[in-house]
């Protein structure tokens, strides 16, 4: 068990005034040598001046100083003290030859009220300290101190007025008096060392030193009760010693605390305005200071800085799929690798979310700052470890560089972002800011405009692409294709407002649209007499993460009638990184009864294990690894290989992107068992979909009269 400071200083404390004990009985008649000549009444009425001083102290900072902050051991102990210094100078003014004292009963009313004093004193201390702490209102004071001066001068009159003295019975009492004495202050720092067993405060700690030497003050006056003696005057000393300590410990808890947690909290509050509280990094607040001084010092130096802002790719996807708190993980280790590629730690700044910013000084050319962004990009080639996954992830950098990119911070700060932007188009690199990109940027904003629009305006539509039987020939399902017919812009590929709906979470309402769509569809063809077949409907990461998912698509199939198990959904691998939330929403929606196929498969989080683990009835292979199975040996043995795993596993294999008959071969040779793609047919609206129902009944009745 470690010890700090302040319980190592109790200790020596502790020692201290057990050692000092000791010594003032071993060298009792020298010390009465020296100091009888000077331990008169004099010196007493000096002490026990001293000693309401101290008293009137603690009273005044208990009652007077952080009075918001007012508590309920600090009312009491200031109150306490304020009645214990008033008993205290009566008492030295009623001994013999004193204004209050009385030659016939001698220092017998003096010394009751000492002892009244003491007895207050370990009792409220003890009481004190016992009592739980809590915040008091400032007019609760008045309530306090009335109750102790009238105790005041209850106790003044009934010892003034009291004429029956006798001093043996007095002195009967003084041994019961010292031992009740000693064990209320032994019990009163028992239990502030319980009650502070687990952290132990300076302020207690302090306020027990106190205690121990009050207590060495009690067993040093039992040797000496009488104003003129020597031990009676150490006994006052030790006495001063402990309120010292009271008065230091109550100083710690009014004061000195206070103060260092104001401090404390200034510091902290000061940090967070400055920094990013989850990396620790500069935050958007220093960046824009610095960037002031940085042009500024360009100003007059006739020297160039480059900004260097960069975002990482795909971080929605990960922070839906992993949840916020994998998000905030990748974050601090971003963070922390950006900060040792940096040559100087505090160029490095967040400005919120997952963008981040260089601020590179003092610029000799501009190949220099290509270089640094350069080696940001090249420094994320190694994965990233966050708990037990490594993490590939890229970013996209924009450059900027003053005063030619922008000669003012909102413009600088503008165009950098305007060409991290453009570098995320074809995202892991790098763009510097080119004028052109402000209209591409803002092009891209009406785009978004026009996306929120677009579907109350019925600007969507679906094409529908076939997924035939390679072994039969014939049509099994069809994919569900979103299109975009735009009034002025015509013809809008889905490669370019289909990440932009993820960015924006319009994808939500889109992909709940697609659905509904699909589902009604196939189940107008099935009413019109046409075979049944699977629609395949793609899932986004964010619809995936939906906690409300499995009701929304039971009540698409109530409202349009479809029967669960013609419905496939096709997701991405990227829902395995979280794969207790994937396998539990999987499991749910098995249970609806629909289909679920992985889509792209090879091209993300591929792993056997999730696949033995995940209830998933297809694999579609990837197009990149169909394009060329009969001229690369690599992607001709990738395909083959999962066509057989998915054999072993039980479930199906669909290729995607088959273009030729020999494409179509080297499948059927793999036992791939459906494809689809431009062999077949291009995706195509409903009405024309018709028609390859038509074309495979004839080719059916066909093959049924040959046969005949």
């Known amino acids: 068990m470690s010890i700090n400071r302040a319980e190592m200083k109790t200790m020596w404390t502790v020692l201290a005034a057990f050692s000092l004990f000791l010594f003032l009985q071993a060298a009792d008649r020298w010390l009465k040598d020296v100091f009888s000549p000077i331990s008169g009444t004099s010196t007493h009425v000096l002490l026990e001046a001293l000693g309401f001083s101290i008293c009137f102290t603690i009273f005044t900072l208990g009652w007077m100083v952080f009075v918001s902050t007012l508590c309920r051991q600090r009312l009491m102990t200031a109150a306490l003290f304020a009645g214990i210094g008033l008993l205290e100078l009566m008492h030295a003014l009623s001994s013999t030859d004193m204004p209050l004292g009385k030659a016939r009963f001698g220092d017998m009313p003096s010394e009751m009220l000492g002892w009244i004093a003491q007895l207050i004193g370990a009792i409220g201390l003890l009481l004190v300290f016992s009592m739980n702490n809590a915040p008091v209102k400032a007019r609760s004071r008045i309530y306090t101190i009335v109750p102790v001066i009238a105790a005041v001068g209850a106790i003044a009159w009934g010892v003034f007025s009291f004429d029956n003295w006798n001093e043996h019975t007095m002195k009967s009492f003084e041994g019961y008096k010292t031992g009740i004495i000693l064990f209320l202050y032994a019990a009163a720092a028992s239990v502030i060392l319980y009650r502070h067993r687990i952290e132990r405060p300076q302020s207690m700690l302090t306020i027990v030193q106190a205690l121990i030497w009050l207590l060495i003050s009690e067993l040093e006056e039992t040797l000496g009760s009488e104003i003129g003696n020597v031990h009676y005057m150490f006994a006052e000393c030790l006495k001063l010693i402990g309120y010292y300590y009271l008065l230091k410990g109550v100083y710690y808890v009014l004061i000195e605390e206070p103060y260092k947690r104001q401090k404390k909290t200034e ?65 601090i280790a971003v963070a922390d690798r950006l900060t040792k590629l940096a040559s100087k730690p505090e160029k490095v700044f967040r400005l919120g979310g997952d963008e981040f910013t260089f601020l590179l000084s003092d610029l000799r050319d501009v190949q220099e700052a290509e270089k640094a962004a350069q080696r940001i990009v090249e420094t994320f ?3 990233i470890r966050v708990g037990q996954l490594d993490f590939h992830v890229t970013v996209s950098v924009g450059m900027a560089i003053y005063p030619e990119d922008g000669n003012s911070l909102d413009l600088l700060l503008q165009n950098a972002d305007t060409a991290m932007y453009s570098a995320k188009d074809t995202r892991n690199g790098w763009k510097r800011y080119a004028s052109e990109m402000n209209l591409k940027a803002k092009e891209k904003l009406l785009l978004e405009n026009d996306l929120r629009i677009a579907l109350e305006l019925r600007q969507f539509h679906l094409a529908y692409q076939p997924l035939v039987d390679l072994e039969g020939g014939h049509l099994v399902g069809a994919e569900a294709l979103l299109r975009w017919d735009h009034p002025q812009k015509g013809s809008i590929p889905p490669s370019e407002f289909i990440p932009l709906s993820e960015e924006s979470g319009f994808i939500l309402p889109l992909g709940e649209w697609v659905l509904r769509t699909a589902c009604r569809q196939t189940k107008q063809w099935q009413e019109q007499g046409y075979p049944p077949l699977v629609m395949s409907v793609n899932l986004s990461i964010r619809q995936f993460r939906q906690h409300d998912l499995c009701e929304r698509i039971e009540k698409v199939l109530e409202e349009t009638g479809l029967e669960p198990q013609w419905l496939e959904l096709e997701i991405t691998e990227s829902i395995m990184a979280d794969v207790a939330f994937a396998t539990a929403m999987l499991e749910r929606l098995k249970k609806i009864g629909v289909r679920i196929s992985i889509d792209d498969f090879g091209t993300g989080y591929s792993s056997l294990y999730y696949l033995k683990r995940f209830p998933i009835d297809k694999l579609k292979i990837d197009r990149s690894f169909v394009n060329d199975i009969l001229t690369d040996r690599n992607d001709a043995a990738i395909v083959s290989g999962i066509s057989a795993m998915a054999r072993n596993l039980n479930l199906t294999v669909t290729a995607e992107g088959v273009e030729s008959e020999g494409q179509v071969a080297f499948l059927r040779e793999q036992r791939c068992q459906e494809a689809q793609g431009y062999f077949f047919s291009r995706p195509v609206p409903p009405e024309q979909f018709v028609s390859l129902f038509d074309a495979e009944k004839r080719s059916s009745g066909q093959r049924e009269g040959n046969t005949a």
């Open 267 to 331: 510091s902290r509050i000061n940090y967070l305005a400055y920094h990013d509280e989850l990396t620790g990094l500069p935050n958007r607040r220093m960046f824009s200071e610095r960037v002031r001084v940085e042009m500024g010092r360009a100003a007059h130096g006739d020297s160039r800085f480059a900004l260097l802002w960069l975002d990482l790719d795909r971080f929605k996807t990960i922070n839906d799929s992993m949840g916020h708190s994998f998000g905030d993980q990748l974050l």
């Open 381 to 383: 080639d190694t994965p």
